[in-house]
């Protein structure tokens, strides 16, 4: 069974996904419904949706709720690496931080 994790999403709104032998997978359903994955020519990201994919497979990571446009989506990602930030411990007077 190849496991799948998204990568991004190409100039088409299509889904991308590398499995665990680098190779590049394209949801030609692009986020709708049950994804119909392609490899893609060249195995280059932005390569055009090629040969469709037979046997198994299971998505590790997932992409982005496409319901949602990119900006919210990028809120929400800045949202939560302030988040993060916020949990680090603050600088000391000379600019490094505190180990605790």
């Not at 994790?5 to 949801?27: A, M, Q």
């Not at 949706?49 to 990602?77: C, R, V």
Request: charged share 25%.
């Amino acid at each position: 069974m190849k496991e799948l994790r998204f990568i991004g999403v190409d100039n088409w709104n299509r889904p991308v996904y590398r499995d665990t032998l680098n190779k590049i997978w394209k949801d030609v359903n692009c986020g709708q419904g049950i994804p119909h994955l392609h490899s893609s020519v060249n195995n280059h990201f932005y390569g055009e949706p090629d040969m469709p994919m037979m046997g198994a497979y299971e998505i590790i990571s997932k992409a982005p709720d496409p319901k949602k446009s990119i900006t919210n989506q990028m809120k929400e990602g800045a949202e939560q690496a302030a988040r993060n930030n916020a949990a680090l411990p603050a600088p000391t007077k000379d600019g490094k931080k505190d180990r605790g």
